[in-house]
């Protein structure tokens, strides 16, 4: 089976087309060769709560996205805002993958304990939010990329419970 995926970046900078999306890059990447997906939507929207949530809703509703995954805006800055509009989105939390990919982080750099990104269930989409920099998506997606055949396949309704 092929994922459908979305893929959101929020980042000031890039929605003004001043910065190169690199991470975005990986993901595809990633996506493609270690998860047998399609990234079906892709955007890149400013640091702006509002934004953010039209995306992740129109993601999930409207394209019907089987995951979405977000680049940026999960650190302690105060227009970091990621985390709380995906939280507004989500109907359930799945702490596990955030837990997880917060850990492989903090492998690399006790920073990893800074990023508040979090992931959860909205209807039958996936959403995890990842680091705004490359190497720490790639670390992200490395730590959590088995797991994801697996939730995406029980979101679905499909297969035995964990």
């Known amino acids: 089976m092929r994922w459908k ?5 929020a980042s000031d900078q ?3 087309g001043e910065r190169e999306d690199t991470s975005a890059q990986v993901i595809r990447e990633l996506v493609e060769e270690e998860l047998q997906g399609d990234i079906i939507e892709y955007r ?6 509002d ?3 039209a995306a992740l809703i129109e993601m999930t509703d409207y394209y019907k996205a089987d995951l979405i995954l977000t680049t940026g805006g999960i650190g302690m ?3 970091d805002v990621t985390p709380e509009a995906t939280l507004e989105v989500i109907d359930r939390a799945a702490p596990g993958f955030a837990e997880a990919m917060r850990a492989a982080l903090m ?16 209807g039958q989409t996936l959403l995890l939010n990842l680091p705004g920099d490359p190497k720490g998506v790639h ?7 088995d797991q994801l055949p697996v939730a995406l396949t029980l ?8």
């Open 5 to 9: 995926v979305g893929l959101l970046t």
């Open 14 to 16: 890039g929605s003004r």
């Open 44 to 49: 890149i929207v400013p640091d702006e709560t």
């Open 51 to 53: 934004e953010i949530i």
């Open 77 to 79: 800055a105060p227009r």
């Open 107 to 122: 492998q690399r750099t006790g920073h990893g304990m800074l990023t508040r990104g979090v992931a959860g269930i909205r």
């Open 139 to 145: 670390e992200c997606l490395a730590a959590v990329m």
């Open 155 to 162: 979101i679905k309704g499909k297969g035995g419970g964990a």
